[in-house]
């Protein structure tokens, strides 16, 4: 089965350095988020969660989780600015 993460991963030169978390932003509409290590703030102008090493921040309007796993997620709504602490 394809995987787009280890396909990416394979062309790269340091894949250590990308197995932390993945983030798909698509169109600014939705997020795919894989690798993530629990939720730290959930509203519908700001969606925060763990990630190893650090905190990812998303902001915008009308935000919602439509997918939670123990280590995946799939944010949806007008997402206007990332940040990763």
Avoid: C, P
């Amino acid at each position: 089965m394809f995987n787009f993460f280890d396909e990416l991963k394979k062309k790269s030169t340091n894949a250590e350095m990308l197995s932390n978390f993945n983030i798909v932003n698509m169109s600014g509409m939705l997020m795919y988020v894989e690798g993530h290590q629990g939720l730290t703030v959930l509203s519908t102008k700001m969606i925060a969660f763990k990630v190893k090493k650090g905190r990812y921040v998303v902001e915008g309007e009308d935000l919602k989780l439509s997918e939670l796993t123990e280590n995946t997620m799939i944010i949806q709504g007008k997402i206007v600015k990332t940040e990763l602490f």
